[in-house]
């Protein structure tokens, strides 16, 4: 804010000019010493002038309420609610949250730093702030192909954008570590205010040889004393509660008996559904006060936290000269704000967001799916012998290595719903190679079909299970005519499908629709035998070639501890 | 810290490199989370490993005894000490204190940029971390004559500077609260990451106002209700205890009821004697501790909470990454460090600063007195009927302005020691215009001769108090012939002298030095007569004409209260 408004800012909190609006007469959060006040909130030009008493403007009525500032995730992706960022905005504004702070790092290995630009391009001026950090591990390993590396260069690039604050989470802690001179490159890149850090159950020596990497925050602890390890070696602990992995009341604890302090909260991965049906930020201040953590220190965690952990100036407070993201609460148990002002306008009111202009998506980000067509030759398995196969885990993102005889016909080695054993290939879509990666999974309880998505971390390449070579092939080649989504086959055609045309990651339809389509897809895929809770996003994780034990990419199966490619007969 | 220094940094946190010092075995201030853990800290080119247990490297044995951060002085001005930035350093390391974040607005009203720029300069490569805000009030007001004004483009260029941080205290208040362009054009310059502010006694709707300007801080708050105030408004709350505010200890109550959040020591303005005979910041501990403040908010005032005000990542706490400034104490009440390492090398010990390499002085910062030579006619007072007289208060800033029928001599106004009322005189001297303000004043008790200063707050022209217009004159001509500095004249001659060459207002010599000068000066001051405690001091804001009530610059009189000159003649 410069010059003519700034003046005018002043002149409002000197109560010598009239403001854009006032909130009168709540209960006011005052986040830097976490009390309450009563007082009307001022505000002009979107941003908060004072709290007093004042005239004139537009007035909100909050009395008996309570005035709270707007949430803040500290860590996130906003692929994984598989919405465009205007649409993803249009869904957490009802909750409560009016800023972000995002690692972009999906669309980055679809699109390049041309997608990180994209996303910092389709969240210019919505409603809710979008910080970006700039994406550090492009590709994830070596066994995973995107479009191509993010280099220290494209990194730089997006750092001289406005909204891009510094360097996104450092996965590869092994190699930050090791002391990997390429990978400390990337944490020393001109422009970045912070480097955020992602180091699971790091501790001990390995933890301070980590931190000693000057990285400053984590949000990967999933116990308390994994995360006291971490703040007392001056990281912010970012507490996670993601639709794969629900720390939240583990770690609370933390703040019960240190403190909220260097502590903030964050969602990191939330799938649609979990938005629509839970929440968002506001769902962890939920269950946080109802886990006995007090009010005050929840909000501070939900907001202010947030904002220092990212350096963010003028966020997080009720506070002048603070940027008006304002939230009226009926309650402080429910969490669920009746209004909410973002940058001083109303962004919601009851649980729906109100218009706003959605920014055109460009081509270039569209039609992604650059796979060379798949034939059934690619799907042949051969080996001799017992054959490696991938275990999936429910509801985790590790996978274990088995070792089976599997059926053969023909002397290939095929499926066998008999025993859960389908088969799995990973087709390489940016470039066109061919490169189709093949194996067996089992698990998923998948009696007949396929289905295939790509949505597939990190490379997000197409990924298939199927037990029916011609059902995953129909799987691959809509996909392709669709330009990316999540597909259903059975008896070689399509049966259900959720199209994902931008980058093959992001529908441009609310977030309503996408989870009907999704509950859709489910209900198919429980038809087909599939048990498991969740079969997309476990689906989406077997090419992660950076979570133990055996993964798959389109370089073909990926033993994760020896951090190799092996063949499909096992020993 | 980049490339093969980090990576050496991470090998030794993992125990595979040998580390250059170990301090062993002491309890260890954790300060993210305000906890003790004993273990070995590991250092290597200068920056903190680990804390775990290491092998080789130097030992430093600290069994027994308690390892904290270095201190760090949240605002304050070096030249208030009178000693260059190498000889303070030297003053200050002894009593702990690492780092320090001062506002150069004293030698840039001397120097203009060039002062500010040399202060970077003449601290590059100390132990001292010194930290510079760019100053944003050169000059004071209107009615001051520095060497020229310092603009929004002097500004930009020294944050260009690596070690330049944001904006220096605003001091200008009122022109925030009224929303001056000119002054709010200076809350805006580039390459600023914060600004500091200075408000004293401002609340309520002014303080909104203020804040509202994008102000994060304060140290000019006096009582816990003014403080309150400024931290529910987001602003840093920097408890002060300067030579001449003693704030500290009426401002505990803040951090005992409400904690330390946002709290963090500061001295402002600091004598040289006081930094001698008392220390620094950790004398502020001491105080802090004896009031009964637990000593983990006390060691966290003095040392991260700093560091956050001013966004110093890695300074401020013993953690992996961050610079190896750590202080061996053996109590937890006096904070008298036995040894002192910055930047991880032995800085001083038992009180006693090791060696370091000393800059040079450049020429262009010596020789800085240019005043016209000054007659006896220069020095006339002419009025009819009462005039005004300025009125010191004992150790405060502000004057009262008084009414007196003055002793008149061949038709001129003169000096009458019989009624305290001696002649002063503000000589400009940064371009030789020969422009003298002339009045008169009261409260210092002198009987006989004459002194002066080229300290003179803010734009350090001559100020010279004196009841024989001989000893003035002898005085001014002593100071031109220094090129700086303060004198002492009985009977026509200079009976004692400080010089300060550099700028006028500092010393190239050691405190010891600077101190035991000051002590005979004052003595002979009191053998004149002048019986208050610190006249220099007092001396030097009598030119400051944006205290209240009535100053004098080398323009004239100033009636502050009424922002304009006035004539001598009352009414």
Redesign the interface.
Known sequence: ???RA??????????DEAPDTVVEGAQVF????R?W?SGDVAIADG??????SFEGGERIDARGRWLVPGFIDAHMHVESSKLTPAQFARAVLPHGTTAIVCDPHEVANVLGSDGVHWMLDASEGLPLSVFVMAPSCVPASAFESPRRELTVGDMEAILRRRRALGVAEMMNFPG??A?D?GV?AK??VRGAS?TDGHAPGVT?????????????SDHEATSVEEA?EK????MWVLLREASNARNLRDLLPLVRE?GP??CAFCTDDREPDMLLREGHINQMCRLSVAEGIPVEDVLAMATLHAA?AH?L??YG?I????RADVLVLDDLTSFAPSLVLAGGRVAARDGVAEPFAVPDIPAHVLGTVRSAPVAEADLVLEADGPVRVIEIVPEQLITIERTVDPARSTGHVVADPSRDLAKIAVVERHHATGRVGRGLVTGFGLRDGAFASTVAHDAHNVVAVGVDDADILACAARLQALGGGIVVARDGRITGELPLPVAGLLSDRPVEEVVERLDTLHAQLRELGVTIEAPFMTLSFLALSVIPALKITDRGLVDVDRFQIVPLAAG
Chains 1, 2 share one sequence.
């Open positions: 804010m410069r010059g700034r003046a005018r800012l002043i002149a409002v909190a000197r109560a005052l986040a830097h010493t009390e006040v941003m908060v002038a004072g709290i007093a930050v570590i002391g001179a400390l944490l020393e912070h001990g020596r390995a933890l301070d040889a980590y931190a000693a990497a000057g990285i400053r006291l703040r007392r070696r001056g240190h302090d260097f220092q350096r100036d003028g407070a506070a002048p000269g603070f």
